[in-house]
């Protein structure tokens, strides 16, 4: 297995694990609701470490994958600048694992010091998501071995920036909150769900270049 296989394989396994823990965990846990809680309070509480590991195991096949973008798209710094994204994406990922949130309603003077470092790495997250999107979109239009990827990736990232936009409302603004109180988690995964949709499209198409090229169809750069 080369690298760019391995990359493809961590980039699509990656998503699935994800998504199908947190879901699996939310429906397995008393009292959690959905479409009212941020995935992260799954940290928290006797079966935390399952979230916190999904969170960890998620980063590090993120990085992976990472890399083997880096490797794909490597003609030029602002195309590797894309590989940067994931990165800084994944590292967030991985390090929202053992930095667990506060509980929901702590004060933000009694916040602890891993809880607001949670909170950061979720913004940097949340603001990236859609940003990674638009930029490989540029990406996807001038090579025209990816152009079959540019609705898919236009689609992924309006709707994360309207999910963004709608979560950040609905937890920053005081008068907002009351309407949207009990939506933040469906606004949250809503996000977090097509980003890995994206993610994982875009590792099925480096597998399947990589498995043209292993052919001989595609020339290598």
């Not at 030029?76 to 967030?92: D, M, N, P």
């Amino acid at each position: 297995m080369n690298r760019r296989q391995m990359a493809a394989l961590a980039g699509m396994m990656g998503p699935i694990l994800f998504v199908s823990i947190f879901t699996v965990e939310g429906w397995l846990r008393p009292n959690y609701q959905s479409s009212e809680m941020f995935v992260s309070a799954l940290s928290l509480g006797p079966r935390g470490w399952i979230q916190i590991a999904n969170f960890m195991v998620f980063g590090i096949l993120l990085l992976v994958f990472a890399w083997g973008v880096a490797i794909e798209f490597n003609n030029g710094k602002k195309f590797r600048a894309g590989s940067t994204l994931l990165v800084i994406v994944a590292l967030c990922y991985l390090f929202s694992g053992p930095f667990v949130m506060d509980p929901t309603g702590t004060l933000p003077n009694q916040m602890s010091l891993h809880g607001t470092l949670h909170g950061i790495f979720g913004g940097i997250v949340f603001l990236l998501m859609p940003i990674c999107c638009f930029f490989f979109l540029r990406r996807f239009r001038e090579d025209p071995r990816w152009r079959s990827y540019q609705g898919s990736t236009i689609a992924a990232g309006t709707i994360i920036t309207a999910a963004v936009v709608l979560l950040t409302v609905a937890t920053k603004l005081p008068m907002a909150r009351d309407v949207f109180i009990d939506w933040v988690g469906l606004f949250q995964r809503t996000a977090i769900v097509i980003y890995m949709i994206w993610l994982f499209t875009f590792a099925l198409g480096l597998h399947r270049r990589n498995n043209l090229k292993g052919s001989g169809l595609v020339g290598r750069k």
